[in-house]
């Protein structure tokens, strides 16, 4: 069983340059989000999306970029990374039509900005 | 001020001993309530729900308080294995989503033998 799965595991990045951090989930969940966790603030949401074509925002957005095109798959894009940025990442899929629905969570991207 | 509060720790107990985590939240909109537990290093794993009424799985008891926004876990004779840090999560429906999730920062716990 796949579940969530992110990628890459770690990355650095240099000041400026961007990416794009993978996210694809075979539960066929409409929820999906992104989180950073940093020490002493816990998971923040980041963007989140309910279907494919729709997103918005979280507590933390700026900088970060998302699209839903399909069900399965939810990207999130550093435009210009800030060391501010170093943190990791956590993409997370539930059900959006339920209480009580449990979120699984990838197992994370570790990112560096130097 | 976060939405959901957690006293840090860290927790240091023996192995067999009993230890209670507390949390708070400040959204009175919220309307499901989760425990998470994370190992060092690894993602966030649903250790158990919360419901008004109570519930309890093993050594571990949930409880809420919606008067107070409170939420509590105790977890009894603990063993090594349950040394993670432990997420307080709180939920509330939006416009487009019935699982808003909000989290607190965690608190960590260490068993010793």
């Not at chain 1, 923040?44 to 309910?50: A, D, M």
């Not at chain 2, 799985?57 to 949930?62: E, I, K, P, S, W």
């Not at chain 2, 909000?102 to 033998?113: D, E, M, Q, Y």
């Amino acid at each position: 069983n796949a579940g969530v799965t992110q990628t890459p595991k770690f990355q650095v990045l240099k000041t400026g340059q961007s990416m794009t951090l993978q996210c694809a989930q075979d539960m066929n969940h409409e929820y999906m989000s992104w989180y950073r966790q940093d020490p002493g603030m816990g998971l923040r949401l980041i963007h989140y999306s309910v279907g494919a074509g729709i997103t918005d925002q979280g507590e933390v957005p700026n900088g970060y970029n998302v699209s839903r095109s399909t069900t399965e798959d939810f990207p999130l894009r550093l435009l210009s990374a800030a060391p501010s940025q170093t943190s990791v990442y956590f993409c997370a899929s539930s059900y959006s039509n339920r209480m009580n629905t449990e979120a699984f969570f990838g197992q994370g991207t570790r990112l560096t900005v130097v | 001020r976060k939405e959901v509060e957690q006293d840090p720790g860290p927790f240091n107990v023996p192995e067999g001993a009993t230890v209670a985590f507390n949390c708070t939240y400040s959204n009175s909109a919220s309307q499901s309530f989760f425990w998470y537990r994370q190992d060092c290093r690894k993602e966030p794993k649903l250790l158990m729900s919360v419901y008004s009424s109570g519930n309890e799985d093993g050594r571990f008891t949930a409880q809420l308080n919606r008067a107070s926004q409170y939420i509590s876990l105790l977890i009894r004779d603990s063993k090594l294995s349950d040394s993670a840090t432990y997420l307080c999560v709180a939920s509330r429906a939006n416009f487009y989503n019935n699982n808003d999730m909000r989290f607190g920062a965690g608190t960590r716990l260490t068993v010793k033998p």
